[in-house]
């Protein structure tokens, strides 16, 4: 059984409860439970009751756990009081609807009936109405036809009217005239032009017209001295005269072109003014006396047409200052070209900066005057044409941005004294160079960031491929005079100098390399903003400051970096790698020269030269320990003995910049992640080119005979002893000339088999031994 909740009203029944034996009324009942109330019987009502969790919440009160026997009665009690009260409500409810529903029946068949009469009586007078029409439809387009007869006559009565009022006001125009008192005569005129707008359907309207319209050029012609006078002083009354006259006359345009004319002639005389007062001062002082007078002014004609315009929007201020700014004579491009001429290449940018950066400040400050001038109203065409007639002047000078940028960097490269006639001195200019020379790339970024707010990096790209390349070329001249210092002996010294001109190009390499990525992330960021259009008109410097040329060069450079087929130094980067690996031969044919001018000695050496040798007097039989290794060989090995001790001081410390320089010169250094390997490196590079070298030399010895082979052979084991006290090894082909310089004549054939076919024919043919096959 569900149990509701109980209702509010009490129950009308007059039945008896029986409880526990006990009668009690309905009376008593609430009673009852009025004076032992129910702790919450709202939750019967709920979908998810649960009978067991309600008992057991009552148990939790004081009054349960004190007697729980007294309470469980009483709250028996009150549950089968409430399904009482239940009981009854639902049987007064039920009986009250069933005692209502024939009275409802009733009022249904009433309602029924009388909408059937309205039907009835709505038809009966749509057909009244429709006869009605039919029976008086001639009456009333009588009645219409009557109307526009009475109209007519009262038009033509008032066309009489006016025709004659426009004859008496014509006879009397021209004493009005003869009086030269301008508001009379403009009010006849306007009685004139509402007399004339009555007679549009008469025969000679279009004569008055034309009398109208002269009469008004007469007035204007004679206005006009007062006007612009009026106009050019500010004078408010007078100006508000004019107004209400050319307003009447339907002639607000040209008043406001007198206005245009007067407020443009009058900025013109104060441009010039500017310049004749400041003839000893540069366009500097110009430009911003000149902006200070445009700002100034703004603010006092937009306060002015607010008193005398009250309908003319700003839209007229901006188009004046637009036919102003390009008509100004001089030009300010005019004035600009005349002071660059004054200035030399180099010192051309730094002033196109200056004026830049003072026509972006009064361009900003314009900006927001017109906003707040406009208070939260929009120009019908935008900023953007004023904000490029501003701009204007700059767009030559930033489609030949490239070209002022790179003769400054070029001047500035022309400051750096790298070369010296002392190899040494060029060595430290070009180290202590570097740092400059990033520094002057630094701030031509800056420059171009400053001058054409991001639009001229392509152009800034070639200036520093340019002048980047042209400082390279300092390290090309300082590689030259190294390679003049190479002697064919041994030289610590210019070996010395090769290492710190190979950190010196470390260095740079490390820097340019971080500079590209700072202009990439620059260049990006700028174009970011270009393409942006949620700022000021006076910011989308993208269509300000770039020709159609500009940007599509501009577009040419993103599509490169978001393609990201090469860096925008890309040239430089290869060109430092080049110069790496060109300083890099040149350290090893230092390194080298002592090796070479001794292994040219090899094809000399006695052991095969001498007469006697060449007669076979020498024993064959002699053993290997019989033969000790000739001088051209021992200097070699001498010498490569001693390289680590040299090598090390310069390899092994901790140079990052060396590191970079070598490993952008040669794969083989990026094989190695420590400073310490480098040296093995080395020593791997110069064994391997002394084995070469080795072998070259000795296929030129024409003849050897058997001892000669014998002394040979021990000079290429004593070469590899050398190498392998170095941690190297002999060339596999210097390893297969000795084994078959020790084979007898008659074990050649086959002692050969597995050797390299080039060494085994050579040294057959120097053993003069006769090939078998």
Known sequence: ???????????????????????????????????????????????????????????????????????????????????????????????????????????????????????????????????????????????????????????????????????????????????????????????????????????????????????????????????????????IEQSKMYVIIFGKMDRMPQLVKYYHNCLKVSLSQEWRRVIELSQDEDITYWLCTFYDKLLSAWHNQVKWCSQVFPNVSIDTIVEIYIDFLKSLDPSILDCIEVALKRHTNAMQLSLLLELKQITRHFALNLNGAIESSLRGKTLSAGILPLAQTIYAPYVPYIAKYGTYETA???????????????????????SLSISRVIDYTIEANNRCKLFTDGCGYPGLIKALNMFLGQYLDKYKLAMKQLERRKSKHEDWNVFQMCMNLMQSIGELLGQVEELERTLTTDILDANSKLQSTSGSAMEQYKKLLLNSSGQTDLENLMTSIRRDDKTVLDNVLKRIQKLSSDLHRITYDVIFAPIFAQLL?????????????????????????????????????????????????????????????????????????????????????????????????????????????????????????????????????????????????????????????????????????????
């Open 1 to 235: 059984m569900t149990l509701l909740s109980p209702p509010s009203h009490r129950p009308r029944n007059n039945k008896k409860a029986v409880f526990f034996g006990e009668k009690f009324s309905p009376e008593r009942s609430a009673a009852y439970l009025t004076s032992n109330a129910l702790q919450d019987v709202s939750a019967f009502s709920e979908e998810g009751f649960d009978a067991k969790k309600w008992i057991n919440g009552s148990f939790e009160s004081a009054e349960a756990k004190e007697n729980k026997d007294a309470f469980i009665s009483s709250l028996v009690m009150k549950l089968q009081l409430y399904v009482q009260q239940l009981n009854g409500a639902l049987e007064e409810t039920s009986q009250s609807v069933l005692s209502s529903l024939p009275r409802v029946l009733r009022d249904t068949r009433l309602l029924q009936q009388e909408a059937l009469i309205l039907r009835d009586k709505m038809i009966a007078v749509k057909q009244e109405i429709a006869e009605v029409e039919k029976e008086t439809g001639s009456s009333m387009a009588a009645l219409e036809r009557i109307d526009r007869i009475k109209t007519d006559l009262q038009a033509a009565k008032q066309s009489l009217h006016e025709a004659d009022n426009w004859t008496a006001l014509a006879n009397e125009v021209e004493e009005v005239f003869e009086s030269g008192d301008v508001e009379k005569i403009a009010s006849k005129l306007y009685s004139m032009q509402k007399s004339l707008s009555m007679l549009v359907n008469a025969i000679d309207y279009e004569d008055k017209k034309l009398q109208l319209e002269g009469l008004k050029n007469r007035l204007e012609a004679l206005v006009s001295p007062q006007l612009v006078q009026a106009f050019t002083a500010a004078n």
């Open 408 to 430: 400054q960097l070029g001047q500035q490269l022309n400051s750096l004294d790298c070369i010296q006639d002392d190899l040494n001195d060029t060595v430290n200019s070009l």
């Open 601 to 773: 000695l090899l094809q000399k050496a006695p052991a095969w030269s001498s007469e006697k040798t060449r007669m076979g007097n020498v024993n064959f039989d002699l053993p290997d320990y019989s033969f000790a290794p000739q001088e051209y060989v021992t200097q070699v090995g001498q010498y490569l003995m001693t390289l680590p001790q040299h090598l090390e001081p310069f390899l092994l410390r901790d140079n990052p910049n060396l590191t970079k320089a070598l490993r952008a010169a040669d794969p083989q250094y990026t094989q190695c992640s420590k400073e310490s390997g480098f040296t093995n490196i080395l020593l791997g590079i110069v064994g391997k080119g002394t084995c070469q070298m080795f072998q070259d030399q000795t296929l030129g010895i024409c003849e050897l005979n058997s001892p000669a082979c014998k002394q040979l052979a021990v000079d290429i084991d004593y070469l590899g002893n050398v190498l392998e006290e170095l941690g190297l090894s002999l060339s596999d082909h210097l390893q297969q000339m000795s084994t078959l310089l020790r084979l007898s004549p008659e074990d050649y054939q086959s002692g050969s088999s597995g050797c390299n076919a080039r060494v085994v024919a050579a040294v057959r043919q120097m053993r003069n031994i006769t090939s078998s096959g």
